[in-house]
């Protein structure tokens, strides 16, 4: 079995059960709240993260950005200065009216693309550097995707991810309230494995501190979600809620990836 067949094996052993996902009436358990994705403000931005530094290194004042996956745009405004300009893909409005909302309270060039990446590839020209946060493990082909990061970025491609699956924190809430084990992987070694696979020559590193360039998550919000992830209707958040009172998700800093482009 090759890296890329073990990786998408991981990914669709997290297939939710049918009679749970019934469960969930017609709520999409993988649909994200854009509040919990917003940018931290500018004038309380924390030191920058492993991620975010690695994209600084080689982004000269006036720089371009191209955020794939962006959410609130939390990545690409981290890099604002030395970037003036940066773009933002994502599959949901929702995020992309706070990536917009965000730029435009920095002050920032920014352009906004609605689409799935790499389909969205041909949407958007080349930029300095190119960044993906917490987004490929929701990414079956993943060395098409990454090839395809490489082909937009001029000088270095970034990619934060968790150093597991990121539902493996609501582990906890799954065998609580519906009795189940849910898988544990991928990891992030086995999204190196796929780039290595596809001839990418990347590095991994573990951050010592976590990530703070999201604004902080208001705990019924953080709830809220969690419960959906978990196809328990609105009538048990409260109960979701007081769960994670007393058991906190666990989080640790992240993983980075990244590489180079080849120097012409």
């Known amino acids: ?8 094996a991981a990914l669709e052993a997290w297939a939710i059960p049918a009679a749970i996902l ?15 994705f ?3 403000d500018a004038a309380s931005a924390p030191p920058p993260g492993l991620a975010t530094r690695q994209a600084l290194e080689v982004l000269a004042p006036g720089g371009s950005v191209l955020d794939v996956g ?23 409005p929702g995020m992309l ?11 920032v060039t920014y352009r906004t693309v609605n689409g799935r990446w790499p389909d969205a590839a041909t949407q958007v020209e080349e930029a300095d550097v190119v960044v993906c ?18 082909g937009a970025a001029r000088n270095r491609i970034v990619i934060e991810l968790t ?5 493996t924190r609501n582990h906890a809430v799954w065998q609580h309230f ?10 992030s070694v086995d999204a190196l494995a796929v780039l290595a696979e596809a001839g990418i020559d990347a590095t991994l590193e573990h951050d010592t501190e976590m990530s703070s360039q999201r604004a902080p998550r208001p705990h019924l919000a953080q709830a809220t979600q969690v419960a959906r992830m978990c196809c328990l209707g609105p009538e048990r958040l409260d109960e979701v809620a007081a769960f994670l009172t007393e058991h906190p998700i666990e989080r640790t800093p992240p993983h980075v990836i990244w590489w180079d482009t080849p120097v012409p």
């Not at 079995?1 to 998408?8: I, K, P, S, V, Y």
């Open 1 to 8: 079995m090759t890296a890329l067949q073990r990786w998408q």
């Open 22 to 36: 019934d469960a969930a009436q017609g709520n999409d358990p993988w649909e994200l709240d854009p509040q919990l």
């Open 38 to 40: 917003a940018a931290v």
């Open 70 to 92: 962006c959410g609130g745009g939390a990545a690409a405004l981290a890099l604002v200065p030395p970037a003036t300009a940066i773009v933002g893909i994502d599959e949901s």
């Open 97 to 107: 009216a706070r990536f917009a909302s965000s730029a435009i309270d920095r002050g």
């Open 133 to 150: 946060h917490h987004v490929v493990y929701n990414v079956p082909d993943l060395a098409d995707f990454a090839l395809a990061l490489g």
């Open 163 to 167: 150093s597991r699956h990121p539902q």
């Open 178 to 187: 519906w009795g189940i084990d849910r898988p544990d992987g991928p990891a």
